[in-house]
Nanobody
Framework: QLQLVESGGGLVQPGGSLRVSCAAS????????IGWFRQAPGKEREGISC????????YYADSVKGRFTISRDNAKNTVYLQMNSLKPEDTALYYC?????????????????WGQGTLVTVSS
């Protein structure tokens, strides 16, 4: 069973930084495609980033490109999303996912597993 637990969300001022984490249990995260989705109030869920060790793919949506960085620590079985230069429009519930490939994340397709989400609020 693929279990994901996000952490690290919180309140941050515009222009600030935050790092959210996704810890995996029950499986070795490095063998899977791991992505991040977010859902803002009143908006559809958006696939914003993805990392795949098998083919070296790293994906970022245009909305976060240049500001967010995805990385993984295999020793800790954890994937991170470093978020810099945060904007109020980045306010959302952030979900970690296991997906079939990064194209599915980019296309907001079906995922194999979801975490429970961590809330990021960008506000002064």
């Amino acid at each position: 069973q693929l279990q994901l637990v996000e952490s690290g969300g919180g309140l941050v001022q515009p222009g600030g930084s935050l790092r959210v984490s996704c810890a995996a249990s029950g499986f070795t995260l490095d063998y899977y495609v791991i992505g991040w989705f977010r859902q803002a109030p009143g908006k559809e869920r958006e696939g914003i980033s993805c990392i795949s060790s098998s083919d070296g793919t790293i994906y970022y949506a245009d909305s976060v490109k240049g500001r967010f960085t995805i990385s993984r620590d295999n020793a800790k079985n954890t994937v991170y999303l470093q978020m810099n230069s945060l904007k109020p429009e980045d306010t959302a519930l952030y979900y970690c996912v296991v997906g079939p490939d990064c194209t599915a994340v980019a296309d907001h397709g079906a995922m194999d597993a979801w975490g429970q989400g961590t809330l990021v609020t960008v506000s002064s």
